[in-house]
Each structure stands twice: as C-alpha cells, then as structure tokens.
C-alpha cells in the first residue's frame, strides 16, 4: 500500500468508527454530506473552476427516506476499503455487481441498477474530498498521448517519443502513486478534441518540431486526460492549448477542461486547468485564413439553442467570446478541424497552429 | 515510398490511363467496379469468411445517371494518389474536405456530405482489392493492446510488456509496411470486449502469467485490432480467443472478428480470422460457475429480436451456438463480463478464463 492508499483507508475507516460509536450511543447513525444539487454549485472568479458550495445535508439512518441510500452508501465505503486493501483497481460497473445481491430473509435487493450505487460513489468522493481514482476506481480512458516527456506507470518506464503510429493509451488513474513524470522536455501541451486530427499531429511530428505534448481526449475528455494536464501545467508550468471545431459543443469541450462541469463540481479542483487557452477553430479564422466558404456547416437548430445556453454561461462572459460567439451568429455556419483539410493536408500542422501559437491569438 | 505504395500507385494510374485511352479513342469513359448489394455477398463455407461474389457494374461517363458519381470517384482516385505521394495519411473526413468545392462555372458542389464520398472510397477498395489502409487513408482507431511481443512502428521499436497501466494505443493502419513485429513470445491472443474488462487483465498482468497478448476493441472493433489480430494469428499461428458479453450483441461482435461484417464484405479476406473461437461469456456459464442469478439482466425486447436474427445467420447454424440460443431464450435473461465480479475482483482473470482455456471449453 501507498502512503496515500493509507490516508484514503483511513478517512473510510473513520466514517465506519464514528457510525459505530453512534450506535454504541444508542444514536441514530448518520453522516454529513456535501449538497450536490444546482444552488450549492456555483462558478468561483478567484480559483476560475466550477466548485461546490458549503450546504451540507444529514444523512439519518433511522430516517426512512433516508435508509435505502444510506445503507447503499455503506455498501459502496466497505467494498471500496476492500478493493483498495487488494491493491486493485475496479471500475465502477464491478463495484456494482460485487455488491449487488438480495439481502438475505428479504426480497430487496442492495441495488436495482448501476444508477443507484454510482450516487454512492459521488458522494464518498465529495464528503471525504477524494478523487475517484484515489478510491480505486476507475472510469473509462480512451485518450491517447505522445510528445517529449517520459514517465514511469507502475514498474514500467514509458517514453512517449517512441509510441509510433498508435500513441500511448492514457489511464484513468493518473495520480503521482500511479505516473510519475521523467525526463520533461516539452514547452508546451497541445490538448485536441478529435483522434483524426491527433493522428495528423502525431504523423506530422508536431511534437517533435515544436517540443511539446499532444494529447486527445477523443470527443468529451475524461478524467485521466483532465487529470493528467492538469498535472503537466501545475508541476511543470506547461501552458495548455486546446484545439477544438467551431461549433458550441468543441467550445465546451474547452471550457470543460479550463473550469470543468456541473457534474463533477465536487472535483474539479484536481480535474479543471483555468489558465488553458483556446487555440482555435472560430468561426473568424474562415476570413483570417481565407478558408473556403464551401467546408462551412450552416448551424442548426440544436446548436443555436446550444450556442445560446453558452452565451448565458458565466465564465464565458469575456469579451473575446462574446465577439466569437455574435460572428457565429451573424454567419449562421460552424466549421469542423478537418475542414483545414481543404487548404492542404498538413495546412493545421504547419500553418494554422503554429502560426497562432507564435502570434498569440488565443481565446480566453 | 515503400514498394507496396509504388504498386499501390501504379494501380490507381492503370484506371486514369485506363478512362484517359477511352477518351483517345472518343468512346465513353468508363470503369467496372464489383457489385456491393446484399445480392453479391454471401458466406463462403470454405475461407469461413463472408465474401463478395463476381456481378460487376459498369458505371459510364456519359449516362446521366452515372455521371456525378463517376466524377466523384476520379476525384477521390487522384486525391488519394496525392496524398500517397506525399507519404501521409488523412481520415475519410480530411478527404472529403480536401475535395469539397463548387465546380467552376456552376452552381454545384463536387460533394454535398461525406455520404457521397465514402462509397467512392469502398469502390475504389473493392475494384482495386485494396485496403483503404494502402489507400493511405485511416479509419477512426479506438483499440489497445499489451503483451508478450515487441513491434516496430516506423522508426520506433515498441515493447508491448512495458505499456504500463494504459497500454498502447492501436492505429488505424498495422499494414506490413507500418508494424513490423519483432521478439515474438506470445501463445495467444486474447481479444475482449469490454475496455472496463480489458483493464482488469492488464492490472492482473495476465498476459505475462499465460504468456499471451491482450487486445481491446472497446465494443465493435475497429479495422486495425481486426488486422492486428488476423496477422497474429496468419504470421504466428496464435490461437485467438474472443471474450464478450453474453448477449446477442456481444455475440455479434464475436462473429465480426471471425468471419467478418457484411459492409466490410469487399475486405473480410484481409480483416477476418476465421479459426477464432469464442471463450464466453454464455448464459449456461451461469450454472456452470455458479452465478447468482441477482446479476443477470433480462433480456428485453430488442434483445430476443436481435437474437432471433442471429439465430438465422448461416455462420451460427453450429450445434454449440443453437444450444446457447436456445438456453438464452429459455433463461431470458443475458450478462455482462463485469458480473463476475459478484464472483471476486479478479475471478474472471484466476478462474474463469484460465479455467475455459485449458478445458478447450470454446463455442466455435
């Protein structure tokens, strides 16, 4: 066990010890946890991430609406020290089935579905301010990763230089007991929502010409590719672009991985990076770079609601993107990554990325 | 240029020299591209593959209904020998922006979507016997692989028992001329399912306890973990061995690795490993290991539509899979992989597979 496994047996032991001592007191047992509803969450200037607020709620077993989640929850503390005493790693589905089962001289069932133990899980999480990951669990990971650094996954050494054609498959669990970074020589991290256009970069050597990290989280990141830049920008000052389609949902993609998301308020602190920087596409660059009016995509319905929602969103209350936003309005189209396809094949490689990164012309 | 891309090439030249000779001789231009309907696949008992037949269409210059299409096909033969000769790889996406323009003089769009280019690209792979892989052109690649084999990747040596706890990502293309394998000590392949399940094997280090390769194709496989896995098990004989859900879609999957998709139909002699046996989950695992019936699920409606559509598939017309059919339908119920864990973290890694593997107990 890691020292850090030990911390995190301990808050969960402590949470059992001071269930027993109520009962040894006759008390109802209970425990406090962070409210995870809308109006506790709110978006903090100082820190720029999504955080929970401070309203906590009682959980009393001898409350009946009460006993069902709090025996669940229970449940999912106990397994969760199991795990972690077996030096495994589970995701969030097995921890579901392991503790599903009938309890015994009754016809109820400890979970109906996975919808009912994964709330469990948010709130162990939030109460005891852990990460997921730090309770050996893990969530799916589908990014991929290369560039100039190397790091040390458990025994093995891994150097991301060498990782071919294919990349590195980036865990769920990044935390410094799991990787450790080695050898750092990039100046900069290149976070880019699509696998197509990854591929490009990574074929290209872009990290190599431009001594830098690429990384995709595939559409939505997860947590480990949160995670781990995260971690490069805090401990190694490594500045954080990302590199989006023009349209609301490649927009908020990149607020997610700046300030993070409602629905893992209570983490976001460990998962968001509020000083990354928009590197592109807007809409402006259809004029900036000349690109032909025919690889634009007329906006639907579906994203002009979306693109209102996110024009109402706090932290995009800049002036930047209130510009951003009024041009994607006024022309009415979006435009996607592979559309700089049409000015050459390694136009976004050679021209368009690096050509922001030397003029600076971030988004906020 | 590798000598495959010179071959590759030259084929692509032979049909522009081809259509060019008509035009000399002041006939139609025209090509012959095989038949792609429902009509010309069938399942070839022989190879164990599912294959095209031999109806071939002719598609003319100078008939109406041909034309648009017979423009769009050229276009895509020339900008893909433009993309080998630049020794690079683009998605079907970045093709067909690539390609997208108003034709001079008019009002139309050489494409309206990437609808309209993919089936140029399938012909161009059918008439040619080509993968679009050689066409230098990458599908989305979303697989990861670990194990007892080290590869080259271009210039990069890669040692897939040193991937730590990610893995290493699969490309698109494992073509000879991009993946090279190297020190070679694997007995088998184990493809699974799931990645939750995927990660379970890599943690338990089961490839080096039974000296084999993991592999993941998160769900319904890419091209490339299929390629993969049919030039281990053609260049080393290596068993391949097929782990899923035990449901009909998981099942499914398992059939596509074996003997191939029929949208795929025009390539399943390059994708498709026919002696792929499949080592579970099925449903009468659940008394033969003693699984609590708490975690099987029921199957629903679309579930026994699809089963019963799978029951009628000529490659399933096999003692063992009309058994579990039949067992599937009498039970009701499915499983997940992960269900076994009701069973221990690491049942499905010590028992499970351990124990099916040396009974030989497959489903074929």
Not at 62 to 80: D, K, P, Y
Not at 111 to 124: A, K, V
Not at 174 to 179: A, C, K, L, S, T
Not at 302 to 320: P, S, T, V
Request: charge should be neutral; glycine fraction near 6%.
């Amino acid at each position: 066990m890691t020292d850090r496994d030990k911390e995190v047996t301990k808050k969960l032991e402590d949470v059992g010890k001071q269930l027993l001592s109520q009962i040894d007191k006759s008390q109802s047992p209970s425990y406090e946890i962070p409210v995870r509803t809308l109006n506790n969450i709110f978006f903090d200037k100082k820190s720029g991430t999504i955080k929970l607020g401070d309203k906590m709620s009682e959980r009393q077993f001898l409350n009946i609406a009460h006993s069902r989640r709090f025996m669940q929850t229970v449940l999912v503390a106990s397994e969760i020290k199991k795990v972690i005493e077996s030096q495994a790693t589970v995701s969030i589905r097995d921890l579901y089935y392991a503790l599903k089962h009938t309890i015994e001289g009754t016809q109820e069932n400890t979970f109906e579905d996975q919808g009912e133990s994964d709330p469990c899980i948010e709130d162990i999480e939030a109460s005891l301010d852990l990460l997921r990951e730090e309770l050996h669990l893990a969530a799916s990971a589908k990014g991929i990763i290369a560039g100039d650094v190397q790091l040390k996954d458990g025994k093995d050494t891994i150097d991301l230089t060498k990782m071919g054609s294919g990349g590195w498959s980036v865990p769920s669990n990044v935390e410094p007991n799991q990787i450790e970074f080695k050898k750092m020589n990039a100046e900069f991290l290149l976070f880019i929502e699509k696998d197509a256009v990854w591929r490009r970069f990574n074929e290209d050597q872009f990290w190599k010409k431009h001594n830098c990290i690429i990384l995709t989280g595939r559409g939505q990141p997860g947590r480990g590719e949160r995670r781990m830049a995260q971690r490069l920008n805090k401990e190694f000052g490594l500045p954080l672009y990302v590199l989006c389609d023009a349209d609301p949902w490649g927009m908020y993609i990149y607020s997610v991985i700046k300030q993070g998301s409602i629905s893992l308020s209570y983490s976001e602190e460990k998962l968001a990076t509020p000083s990354a920087k928009f590197i592109g596409l807007t809409t402006r660059d259809v004029e900036a770079f000349k690109i032909p009016k025919e690889v634009t995509i007329k906006l639907n319905q579906l994203d002009a609601k979306r693109l209102k929602e996110m024009e109402g969103y706090e932290w995009f209350q800049k002036k930047e993107w209130k510009e951003e936003f009024a041009n994607m309005k006024a022309k009415a189209y979006k435009l996607e990554l592979e559309a700089l396809s049409k000015k050459g094949i390694r136009f976004i490689t050679e021209t368009y990325v690096p050509q922001k990164i030397k003029n600076e012309e971030f988004l906020p």
